[in-house]
DNA sequence: GATGAATGAGCTTTCATTCAT
DNA sequence: TATGAATGAAAGCTCATTCAT
């Protein structure tokens, strides 16, 4: 009655979506199922979402954005590179154990997607392409890592946290993320780091 | 009669629904699809495989057996990590434009995928790591490398390996792999190599 | 407040259920459209009918009633048939081009129509073929006309004025009311003319 | 095994969905009621016709064409307009009665039909009236009626053919068409006749 | 072996109707 | 009175699978 958010019902289909979804797969999942899932009877599902497709595509926004965002945070929470990767692996790998559904939506990729659907997906995940090229960019113009290819840099450590979140979703990750993302961002950094700073 | 392959139609129908699955997706083509691109009945494709389901299986299991052969046989062309790592990785990606079919389905992941299916590519993931994670634990008993977490630096090379073969499957890639394949490694090396060899 | 018709809603929701069914058809019409035009909420329509075919039904009522009403005003305003037939022509013609809706959905007939629904149309063309033959009984009476079958002249009567209403209802028709209904009557007159008049 | 065509199925589905449509009306009738009444699973409609709508449609053309057939092959066998006309009615009842189906959807018009629906009945209406016209319009040129507008004729003659055949298939008509069809073309042609015949 | 016509379970989606407010 | 969010029965349509030829 008095605390929180009133559980706007729009959510609840959203996250019960996200939930039949990631465990039944989107094609094996009926919209009854999703219904069901949020309590509520067939045709509200399309009081709020005009369609399956359309409610796939809100919730991979949803996610997209979950992980964007966090990158973003992270960024500008620390101006050290090596502070902000870790940062960024603890974070992401938090969200993943805290919201497997989203993420899981999201890193797991496209297999059997339509064509369409993967050009949905391929956007996505340039657009944090792009966020750790950015990252890499600045601080190689602070001189905090020598001059690299920051576009093969950024595949490289995109990759390597899609590949450990992954571990994370399945449930084989080390519980310690902490130090987890401080092994992973030192592998890197022998790698990154300026020639001088390596001296 | 006399050259070549016998022209095997379970192979040709397995290529075709590759090419179709790969196109199209997995749920939105048809065994009608599959049989026509094979050019053969619809009939004749239930001859060879006992339903779509086991279609699928067959192309995963196909292709993450060309990857994991891969792998197998430039660990034993090669002696020395680097260049093991090179040449899988120059060897992955020409595989990758010459196949993408294959490749795309098993590199791309498991979005909506049923927990079933996804078991699958979970296994078939954890065979690769442990390839690399054999790699790497005989490269630091030959002290070619310093005794890091092989689990991990997996992790970042089969990660690094997917998001660069799939910037390749979609087009965006560099096209001298050679020049690729270097970089990439040159970048893993700084955390990989042993302290002697590095001072 | 003062003048004019107070805006009765039930008659206000027909009209606008009357405009939505002739432009979209019956079945393509949502209660929410019938609504919508009206002004007033779902709900409310419920209010006044119990059901859409309860409003149809009120439609082709009302409709068959505006027709018949026709009939009977220009019969009873004329006493000579030919200048009956003319009335009711040019009357019946400009209340088509006025009220588009009511006509067309009785005129059009039932196509596809349950054989519930059809009923309803027949005992309301019978309405009308039995007008239509008592004002030639009438005639007959009067001398005015030979004896004819006025079952059957009815039917070509009540045919050719659809014939011709659904023209003008298609856009297709003469501007020229009163010169149409001339030449029809003419044509029909002929016909129906007595001997010794036509003498 | 010997006499007869092959029964064709997709004529057999082509006239179930006739008895259907025509006694539970289009909209009220389900794909699965016509496959049932054809005898076939519902996926077998949808092998012979793509949707509903074409099937409605197809129902159309046939019933148009078998109308439009019967006035050209009687006005070929005959050369005297009133034999003409009188053939054609006695031709179109005797029709009516036999095919209940066909000539009902037809010419029962297109009550709470969608405008793009309309325009099909609208189009296949023209083609009779057309067919009417020509036919007065050689029979002027043969001196056989006086000069009159063909057009106007039409209608009338379109639309008593409609109201007679209507009654036929609504169970109420004389059950002597040639008599009917000889009092009716009498009625028409008195006003059609040429003065001189008259005369 | 090879085929493709036939099938029906099961999907997404619509919408007349209800009812708490 | 008036409303519109909520519902679920029911529709059109697809397609993996079967089987007579």
Known sequence: ?????????????????MQVFSRKGFHDSTMEDVAQEAGVG?????????????????????????????VDKMSQD???LRTQLEAILVHVLAMAERNQQASGLFLEGATGMSEEFKGWVIDSKSILLDRYADLLAQATQRGQIRLVDVRMWAHLIAGGVDSLVTTVLWGKAAPDHHRLAQQVVDAWWSGLMSRELNA
């Open 78 to 80: 620390h101006t050290c």
């Open 42 to 70: 067939k045709g509200t599902v399309y009081l709020y979402f005009p369609s399956k497709q359309a409610l796939i595509e809100e919730i991979f926004r949803y996610s997209i954005n979950l992980y964007v965002d966090a």
């Open 1 to 17: 009655m008095a605390a929180g958010q009133p559980p706007n019902k729009r959510d609840v289909i959203l996250h019960s979506a």
